[in-house]
Structure formats: C-alpha cells, structure tokens
C-alpha cells in the first residue's frame, strides 16, 4: 500500500477512455521496470550459437502468440487475431531477425544488445511518421522486443503470479500474453501509462469486456499494491483512494456493467418480433472475416455491412483478389444461408491504407475517399469486385458502395462491376447470376438524390456515422466532449424518414448500419420510421432486440411523427427520451 491510509485525499487522474465500463478493485501492480539487460562482447567462434539462441527465443515468442491465438479464436475476437497476426510477421521481419542477427556477428556482441540497438533503430522509423494508427503499432514494437528480450535471459512473461480476481491491473503497457492471463484471473479493470483509443490493449480489452483507461502517464508510480482503485472506462478516468461516497456509487455501476457483460454474452437470435408482430432483422457489422463466424453463434441475422478497407490497412501492398476472395468466401459460408453485405473499401478521410504504395495522401478535406478515391485507382476496385464476384457462389452476397455521392459514381461501378464479371467468368469461376448493388448513404447529397439512387441500385444503407458527421459538420472522431455529435438531430430525423419513404415507394430495401442502429435508445424511432433491418456490432443485438420487443410498430410510428414534427433538437430529444422511459427502454443495455 502507498502511505495515504484511509487519511489518503481521494484524487482524480484524467486519461483515455479505451474501454468502457466502470470497476472498482484492489489495484495489482505489475512492476515492467526491466530489468539489466546483459551486455557483452563475444569470441568470433561464439557467434553461430548466440545465433541460434537468438533464433529459439524468437520461437519461444511465436509460440506464445500461437497459445494467445487460440485462446483469442475461442472468445472470437477478430480483431485481435489481426494483431497477433501482425505479432507474427514483426518476429520474422527479416529487419529485426537478419538485423540482429547481422550485429551479432559484425559487432561482436551478444544477442540481447544486439536486438536492443536493433529495436531502436526500427522504433525510429516509426517515431517519424505521422499517423497516429502507425504511431501507435510502435507499441506492438515494445511488445514483440520486450518478450523477445525476456525469452533471451530465461524470464518468464512479467504477469506470472496472476492477481487476485476482481483486482485492477495497474501497468506501463501488457503484452497479448499478459492480457490473457489476467482474463483467466478475472481481473475486473485495465489502467495503464501508455496507449490510446487504437492501441492493441485497448482493442484486446473491449473484446474482453475489461473496463480500461490508457494514457495516464505515471499511474504506476502513483499507485500502490492493494490501494483501492476505481475505473472508469465510459469517462476515461481513475479515482486513487476513493472516498466512501464515490465507493459506493462505483460498485453499483460496476455491478451493472457486470450484468449487462453477462446478457451480452449470450446467444440470442438475430430475428426478432415487436409487440405486435413486426418482424425485424438484426445484422452484423463485421470487420474480419473470422467475426463473422462468431456473429453468426451469436445469432446475428446475417452481416449487414462487412468493412473490407480493414484488409487493406497496416500492410506494405495491397491485397491480392485471391487473398480477398478467400476473406470473402469464408464470411459468405460462415452466413449462409443469408447474405453478407461486403462493402468495397471505404479508404481515406480518416480512414487509410499505406500511402507508401498507393502514392497518394488521405486528406480529410479533399474528399478523396471511399468511392471517389476508387474512381482514382480503378484497378484496385476492379480487384476487389472481382474478387466479391468469386465468393458470390459460396452464398448470399450483396455488393455495397460507400460515400456515394452521384449516379455518376454508381455509373462507374456498375461499369466496372461488369468488367470484373467478364473476366473472371474468362477465367473459369463460377459467378452468382444476380449480385445486388448497394448504395450506402452517407452524405446530405445521396439523401437529396435518394429516388434516383434507389431507382439505380437494389437496396441502400444508411451509414449515420457520416451522416450525422456532414450534415451536423462534427468530426466523429474529434468530437468526443462538444456534445453536438446529435443523431436526434431534426435534420437527421428528417433524412431518415425521407430515405425510409423512398425505398418503400420503390419497392427497395432500406437498412441502418452506423452506430444509431446500435443504441437501444433510438431502436423505437427507427421501427417508426419504417426500417426493419438493422446492422451492429454483434454484442449490441441483445440490447436492441430487448428494445424491440417492448414496442409495438404502431405507437412506434405514431412516436416518429411526433419526433419528426420537432422544430428543435431538445424537443427531439424529449420526445425520445419521454417514449423510452414510458416503454421502460434500457437504453444502456
Ligand atoms: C457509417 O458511416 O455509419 C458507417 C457504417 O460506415 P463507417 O463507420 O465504416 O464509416
Ligand atoms: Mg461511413
């Protein structure tokens, strides 16, 4: 314990919000200080064998990231097994194996300085870049030398006395390794110096459901073994010695966020009826081929949207049409028989590929992005159709375009689209003989143009990430304390009822697939509007089913018209608020 004692000031140490919820727990230190690594100089006949002992500590590295690989395949998360992937190539980068090994021998120095100057010429390549997705993978650099550097002098991984369960790790950073320990302890929070909203640990810890808060800078030098600590991973902030009031309010929340982590757990299914009958289809937003195979045990009724541009990113080239037709293939069987929507790469603004091979620059404000950015590279486009044409005769796949703008834009798809077919049929695949085109409507211009997008197209999707992003002008990324990220918006209401109404007077299917279709809190006006398709993140379907089945479809479309005839934004939001608390909503399930 640190010296404050129960006369200790409780203090509140601002950070990052990395995962959500709220814990309250004994805190367990993990002390990273390294320690001295072993530095010498060696007999040139020495060199083969400290080769060699270089060599097995990186496979005692690979073989830990093969048991935290499968451990992770269990949990299903997706998004993790791309890191551990990531892992893998860093430890056979012939930069950090040959280079080591190089030093080694023309230096003349043992195994462990030679990786430690290695690693520090590798991390300053990343110090100079930019981007804060490729400045925080140097992360993964600290991870995969630490472990190579604790493999070399025989230490075991630094969590080896699991905590207590129900205590909250306290740590510079955590290895894959160590995170899969402390799930097994049952650790019930996360705070650590480094890391941010992307960072490896944070993404672990949301797939975990660990309440985690990052970027405290010094937390471990303020905190004590055994000091109570209190999480708060929704507020991105820790409080050290917690008075008896703030105690109790975070054990009630931590015990509410325990119960909602449980309900989300389960498998329910993705197809669910209101009230009065309306049937509803739940869907999955996935990002990795393999979550699909999980949402699918979940019960999502089919992916709604799969956002291909993720095998696009962190990687020096593009990928092949083989390799993403096997992605695509195993997402098509994994859902059969219902349909996956694969939308083409949605590159650029604030999402990226590596500019190194495109030679290009993603800028936000030039608007480069998604579909205009293809209609610059047209191969790469062509590529990935082709490929999304292969995997159509392994199930039910619909085509979707982001960021569509003009029918000049769906023009130059379909034109493509065609092209692709063409050739891959020459080639000798078997290719669906309908492949539905999608447009996802993301810009006020698409909503403005709606009839006309629909006539062209056989289904849209409403992406209200963006949406709300260029019709309000607020950043979604940077938006986190202004308050007027507002999906409730009057404008917002009014976009979604005019493309709701179009789609039926064309016959065409309308669904929602930004984070509005997520939230339980907006589950009524969305069945009011007239969407009966909505597509999430897999553990959020339990929360929006529970919604759905407390309404029925007709007080849910009179309660839109009243929401749309709102001149305000805090009428709207009054009027939503006053429906769900009247329907008993949990909004936060
Ligand atoms: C959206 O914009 O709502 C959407 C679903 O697309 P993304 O979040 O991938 O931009
Ligand atoms: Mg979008």
Redesign the pocket.
């Known amino acids: 314990m640190t010296d404050g004692g129960p006369l200790a000031v409780e203090t509140i140490v601002d950070g990052v919000a990395g995962a959500p919820g709220v814990a309250i727990g004994p805190a367990f230190l993990v002390d990273r200080r390294r320690a001295q690594l072993p530095r010498f100089h060696l007999a040139a006949h020495a060199v083969l064998a400290e080769h060699d002992r270089f060599m097995a500590a990186q496979q005692r590295a690979l073989v830990e990231i093969d048991e935290v690989h499968a451990r992770m395949e269990q949990l299903g998360s997706g998004e993790y097994l791309a890191i551990l992937e990531a892992h893998r190539l860093m430890l056979r980068d012939p930069i950090l194996v040959d280079g080591t090994k190089r030093r080694i021998a023309t230096d003349l120095v043992n195994a462990e300085w030679a990786l430690a100057l290695t690693l520090k010429e590798v991390k300053a390549v990343f110090d100079r870049l930019t981007d804060d997705y490729f400045r925080e993978r140097r992360s993964d650099i600290d991870v995969i030398g630490d472990r190579l550097q604790q493999a070399l002098i025989g230490q075991e991984a630094p969590v080896a006395t699991p905590p207590s369960a129900g205590a909250v790790l306290v740590a510079h950073d955590l290895s894959p390794a160590d995170a899969i320990r402390l799930r097994d302890a049952k650790v019930a929070a996360i705070a650590l110096n480094v890391g941010g909203k992307t960072s490896h640990t944070v993404i672990l810890a949301r797939a975990l459901g660990l309440p985690a808060v990052v970027g405290l800078q010094r937390i471990t030098e303020s905190v004590g073994r055994g000091d109570i600590i209190v999480v708060d991973g929704d507020a991105g902030r820790v409080t050290l010695h917690p008075s008896e009031e703030t105690t109790h309010t975070a054990t009630e929340r931590h015990r509410v966020f325990r119960e909602k982590m449980r309900r989300r757990g389960r498998p329910v299914s993705g197809l669910v009826r209101t009230k009065d009958g309306t049937e509803i289809e739940l869907q999955a937003?996935v990002e990795f081929a393999q979550e699909a195979v999980s949402a699918t045990r979940l019960g999502a009724h089919g992916v709604g949207?799969y956002?291909t541009?993720y095998l696009y990113m962190s990687r020096p080239d593009l990928p092949s049409e083989d390799e993403q037709a096997t992605a695509y293939t195993i997402v098509a069987e994994a859902v059969r028989p219902q349909r996956v929507v694969l939308?083409t790469f949605?590159l650029g603004g604030d999402?990226f590929a590596s500019p190194v091979k495109l030679g290009t620059t993603f800028d936000t404000a030039s608007g480069l992005r998604a579909i205009r950015f293809a209609m610059r590279f047209p191969d790469i486009l062509k590529t990935q159709l082709s490929a999304m044409l292969r995997a159509s005769s392994s199930g039910e796949i619909g085509v979707m375009i982001?960021m569509i703008s003009s029918l000049e834009e769906l023009a130059f798809v379909k034109e493509l689209m065609a092209a692709a077919r063409h050739d891959v049929v020459s080639r000798g695949f078997v290719v669906a003989e309908k492949v539905p085109l999608g447009v996802?409507v993301?810009l006020p211009a698409a909503v403005i143009i709606i009839r006309e997008l629909l006539a062209e197209s056989d289904f849209v999707?409403?992406?209200?990430?963006?949406?709300?992003?260029y019709t309000l002008g607020v950043d979604?990324v940077h938006q986190i304390d202004s308050g007027l990220y507002q999906p409730y918006h009057p404008s917002i209401v009014r976009s979604l009822a005019t493309i709701a109404n179009a789609a039926r007077e064309a016959g065409k299917s309308a669904s929602i697939?930004?984070?509005?279709a997520a939230e339980p809190a907006y589950s009524a006006l969305l069945l009011g509007l007239g969407f009966r398709r909505l597509?999430m993140n897999p553990i959020a379907i339990a929360g929006v089913r529970a919604a759905l089945r407390r309404i029925n479809a007709r007080d849910a479309a009179a309660f839109a018209q009243k929401v749309l005839a709102a001149r305000t934004t805090n009428a709207s939001r009054a009027e939503i608020d006053s429906f769900n608390r009247e329907h008993e909503i949990d909004v936060h399930a």
């Open positions: 937003n949207l956002r541009e939308r949605d999402k982001p996802m993301e999707s409403v992406g209200t990430n963006d949406l709300v992003q979604r697939c930004g984070e509005m597509s």
